[in-house]
């Protein structure tokens, strides 16, 4: 089972978005598998630091464009972005320390809801104003 289902209602219409909004999807899907598996808490502490990278990266490549197009939208924008590195921060801290916990349900309360919403709400505004 997929943490994250695809929509075409994801899409911003800007290839290289899209392509990295797939590909984030993806790595958190596997490492919802990974978790769903039993995995270790070192395969899933690891897992966690490759999707916060990834994350951390696009948001970075997304705030410079906000921020170069003088986005009106930017700190709402950017705030929403850093909600997001800090639940992941928590999740991997969890892990870290051995906290007893369910990684999974936590994974899918943060990043699920997160991510649909974000898609389909602030990423699509801020490439229906850049027109991108």
Excluded: C, P, Q
């Excluded at 994350?55 to 929403?80: G, P, W």
């Excluded at 921060?89 to 809801?113: F, K, P, Q």
Aim: hydrophobic share 40%.
């Amino acid at each position: 089972m997929v943490l994250i289902e695809w929509r075409e209602e994801f899409n911003t219409g800007v290839s290289e978005v899209d392509h990295e909004h797939r590909e984030i999807v993806d790595l958190i899907n596997e490492l919802h598998a990974a978790i769903g598996k039993d995995a270790s808490r070192e395969s899933a502490g690891r897992f966690l630091g490759e999707v916060f990278a990834k994350i951390s990266a696009h948001f970075a490549l997304e705030e410079t464009v906000m921020r170069k197009h003088n986005y009106d939208e930017y700190a709402d924008h950017k705030s929403d972005h850093e909600k997001l590195l800090d639940d992941l921060r928590d999740i991997m801290d969890d892990v870290e320390e051995g906290a007893g916990g369910d990684y999974e349900t936590a994974l899918a309360e943060s990043v699920r809801d997160w991510f649909v919403n974000h898609f389909k709400t602030k990423d699509a505004r801020l490439h229906k104003k850049l027109g991108v």
